[in-house]
C-alpha cells in the first residue's frame, strides 16, 4: 500500500484541537445567564439598587436600568439583561 492509509491521517487534527481550545477558551469569557436562579437575580439587584445602576418607578412597578435607560418589570429579567449587558460593555472595552 501506497501513502498512509486515509483512515490513520491525522493531518488535521491539530486545526480541530485548536478551533475547539479557542471555543472553550470564549466560553470561558462569557458569563452564563442561563444558571442565573431567583435568588441570585435578588441579590443582583439589591447591589444594583445600593450602586445606583437602577431606579424602581413605584407606582408603575418597574425597574429601569440607567446605563442603558430600559425599564423592566421582573427582576429576573433584569438581572439576565445586565448580566449580558455587562458582558457586552466589557467586551466592547476590550476591543478598543
Given at each position: 500500500m501506497f501513502?498512509?492509509?486515509?483512515?490513520?491521517?491525522?493531518a488535521d487534527d491539530h486545526e480541530q484541537f485548536e478551533a475547539e481550545l479557542l471555543a472553550q477558551d470564549r466560553d470561558a469569557?462569557?458569563?452564563s445567564t442561563a444558571d442565573l436562579d431567583d435568588e441570585t437575580a435578588r441579590q443582583?439587584?439589591?447591589?444594583?439598587l445600593d450602586a445606583g445602576t437602577i431606579t424602581p418607578v413605584v407606582?408603575?412597578?418597574?425597574?429601569v436600568h440607567e446605563p442603558s435607560n430600559t425599564a423592566f418589570e421582573s427582576m429576573?429579567?433584569?438581572?439576565?439583561?445586565?448580566?449580558?449587558?455587562?458582558?457586552a460593555h466589557d467586551a466592547g472595552e476590550g476591543d478598543e
Open positions: 501513502g498512509p492509509d486515509r483512515y490513520d491521517d491525522t469569557r462569557s458569563p443582583l439587584v439589591r447591589e444594583l407606582d408603575q412597578r418597574l425597574l429576573q429579567q433584569l438581572a439576565v439583561f445586565h448580566k449580558g449587558w455587562t458582558a
